[in-house]
């Protein structure tokens, strides 16, 4: 017959076990645009606990978000481990050490002319011979038992590549700043299109090449903490192609992906500081942060893009500018926070800013746009919520995911369209339109797909204008905002808006009018809203970039694994035994 003691440690084993599970392996993927910290923010969670500056704890507390912080602390000092750092930049490097000697003189040579190619060679044919020797293919299974070749395996990809990549980026930085960044995201474009570096030939089975080589790089890793007897954590810096998102998404549950946000004048100053130009910064944003109609074909595919990263992430951090003893502690604060729910979900709750934030990525799903979802929350100044809002058409008009132009042109849906698009005189529109339908020989789907189209891209390309007025949808914000009015009235006079993305200029004048007094966005919109309309006149509304977890991270961060309650009686019950 069991005694209370053994069912005590029985059940405060299964407890155990079931947080072991979480907090044993965490892999974080780190997005975020050149200059918004996702560096930083890997040095914080490669840390030890004790080095990282964190601000105490104030006594007496003052508030909730004060005593959240103290548990938040206390958990951390006891169960902080490092991270293991990733560098994608190594990887790259890896891949442009394989190509020939030749081939890698004609990919440098386009970016840079002031090297010591002897230097260079040099270090590519350390990393080349180490390729060789390690390949990491063959650390994918389990069938290589060998604890000193994985050792030395590690010891290459973890320790010796990243140094070898640094002396690579301080060699070709002399030709110019920014130098080092162009070679690396061009090679990675090409890594992604074809699976070799300098290469741009579309092949669609190498489309994961970067990803499949970083999971084998993750495999790697977990089996050398498994011989050392610690947990597996790792890092990946960074992340900045959406599709690698879901890769790692696919085959990890313990998979985040932090977004590393900061305020564009920030961004431009940290850059500016690390000598780059403003033709260089222009460069790079237009890379990392396409417009979706400069990107054709296969492009659209292997192409970075950090703004769809975003979308993506689990976990949304804001990284100001540090102080002035160089201390990141509000990233600090936030990194913290978040892998310590990673490791204890349900360890405290979400703040009010996450929560209205969570409904405004809920809503965004009803959206019926076929380019771009956005989510909008109005709220009262207690943060109470007055209206929800998505990008859609108007009441009683059919959203463009569910209108099929198949269906216009035999008929059988035509009330799902305009008169201007059933019975148009405008020739070019016409032209353009029937175009879409050659697309499909009969029946009314491509490939099971219903052909929905975009009016405003297509007029506008048929008229060869770039005119946002011609878009069939309200906005976000505007969508809640009249939601207001057209339910009787609410007072949001000092309230708070939330968006998934920051307000254009029309949104932002309607915000301004109601008397906002802050908005809380994900996504910066292109534009001049801030500049033109919230930076003016005497209530300005405060932007603030929005940091906390949404979507599915959200639920899986503050959704205890077992009830507080039955968990401290397990521990207590425990602890009173070993004590009698």
Known sequence: MATPESVNQELRGGVDKLFNQRDSFIVIGLTGRTGSGCSTAARILASEFSS???????????????????????????????????????????HLCMVSEGEFRGIVEKKCDSSDFA???????????KLEKHKIERYKSR?????????????????????????????????????????????????????????????????????????NLIKLGRRYSEIEKRPGYFVIDAIRNPFEVEFFRGRYSAFYLFAITTDEACRKRRLHAMNYTDENI???SEKEYPEKDNLKGYNILVSQHIGKCLEQADIIVENP?????????PLSISIIKYVSLIQHPGLISPNRVERCMQVAITA??????????????????????RAIGWNSTAEGQVP?????????????????????????????????????????????????????????????????????????????????????????????????????????????????????????????????????????GDNRPKLHLFTGAIGRAYVQLYQPLVPFKDELEAIMAVNNSSNS
């Open 400 to 536: 463009c995911n569910l209108r099929n132009v198949m269906r216009l042109k035999d008929r059988s849906d035509a009330n799902a369209f305009s008169d201007f698009e059933r019975n148009s005189s405008n020739e070019e529109f016409k032209n353009e339109f029937n175009k879409l339908t050659g697309f499909i020989g009969h029946g009314h789907s491509i490939e099971g797909r219903p052909l929905s189209y975009c009016f405003k891209s297509l007029y506008n390309k048929a008229t060869g204008e770039k005119n946002q007025v011609f878009t069939r949808a309200l906005h976000a914000e505007e969508n809640a905002f009249m939601q207001i009015a057209k339910y009787g009235g609410q007072n949001i006079k000092g309230g708070v808006l939330f968006s998934t993305a920051s307000p254009c200029e029309l949104c932002s004048k309607k915000a301004y009018q109601l008397g906002i007094s802050n908005i809380y966005y994900i996504d910066p919109y292109p534009g001049i809203a801030k500049e033109l309309i919230l930076s003016c």
């Open 119 to 129: 230097k260079l060679l040099g270090i590519v044919g350390s990393v080349k011979e």
């Open 52 to 94: 990282i500056s964190l601000p105490p704890i104030t006594c007496p507390m003052k508030d909730n978000e004060g005593r959240k912080y103290g548990i938040i602390r206390e958990w951390a000092t006891k169960h902080w481990q490092p991270f293991t750092v990733i560098n994608v930049s190594s990887i790259i490097f890896a």
């Open 143 to 215: 069938d290589n038992e060998d604890v000193d070749d994985i050792r030395r395996a590690y010891n290459f990809y973890y320790i010796e590549l990243p140094k070898l990549t640094q002396d690579f980026k301080e060699e070709i930085s002399l030709s110019g700043a920014s130098v080092y960044t162009d070679v690396m995201q061009s090679i990675g474009d090409d890594i992604r299109a074809s699976g070799v570096a300098g290469v741009q030939r579309a092949d669609h089975n190498q489309i994961y090449t970067l990803p499949e080589f970083l999971n």
């Open 282 to 284: 222009k460069k790079i």
């Open 364 to 385: 965004k799903l009803s959206s019926g746009c076929i380019s771009r979802q956005v989510g909008a929350v109005v709220t009262d100044e207690n943060f109470s919520i």
């Open 321 to 329: 500018d540090s102080g002035v003893d160089g201390t990141c502690e």
